[in-house]
C-alpha cells in the first residue's frame, strides 16, 4: 500500500470552508440518490407504500434544494456556509436512508452495490 501525495494546503480559512462544504454536499447528494434507488427495490413488507411515497417527496425535494445550494455556492465568489437549519433535515434524511438500508439488508432484499464503497459510511449502505 503506497503513500499518496498530500492534498493542496488551503490557503485561507475561507477555502478550506469552501472544500469542506462542497465535499459535504456532494456526500449528501449521493445518500440521496442512494436513497431513491433503495425505494425502487423496497418492499411494501419493509416499507408501505404511503411511507415509500412520502419518502422519495422527501428525497426529491432535498435533492432540489441541495441544486440550489450548489448553484449558489458556485456562483457566489466568495466562500459560503450552510446554516444548521438547511443541514439538520438533510442529515436526518441520510439517517432515514440507513436505516432503509438496514431494513431492506435485514429483510434480505437484494440491493444494487452503490456505486462506491469505501469509508466508513459503506457498512451502512
Not at 438500508?101 to 456505486?115: D, E, T
Amino acid at each position: 500500500m503506497g503513500l499518496s501525495s498530500p492534498s493542496p494546503v488551503p490557503e485561507s480559512s475561507g477555502e478550506l470552508l469552501d472544500q469542506l462544504l462542497g465535499s459535504l454536499l456532494g456526500d449528501f447528494s449521493s445518500w440521496f440518490e442512494r436513497g431513491l434507488v433503495l425505494l425502487d427495490h423496497c418492499p411494501e413488507a419493509v416499507m408501505p407504500l404511503d411511507q415509500q411515497q412520502a419518502l422519495r417527496q422527501r428525497l426529491e425535494q432535498a435533492r432540489k434544494e441541495l441544486s440550489a445550494a450548489s448553484s449558489l455556492r458556485q456562483a457566489v465568489p466568495s466562500p459560503m456556509a450552510l446554516e444548521m437549519e438547511t443541514l439538520a433535515p438533510w442529515h436526518q434524511l441520510v439517517l432515514t436512508v440507513w436505516n432503509l438500508s438496514a431494513s431492506l439488508r435485514l429483510s434480505g432484499v437484494i440491493l444494487p452495490a452503490p456505486p462506491s464503497s469505501d469509508g466508513p459510511e459503506a457498512d451502512h449502505r
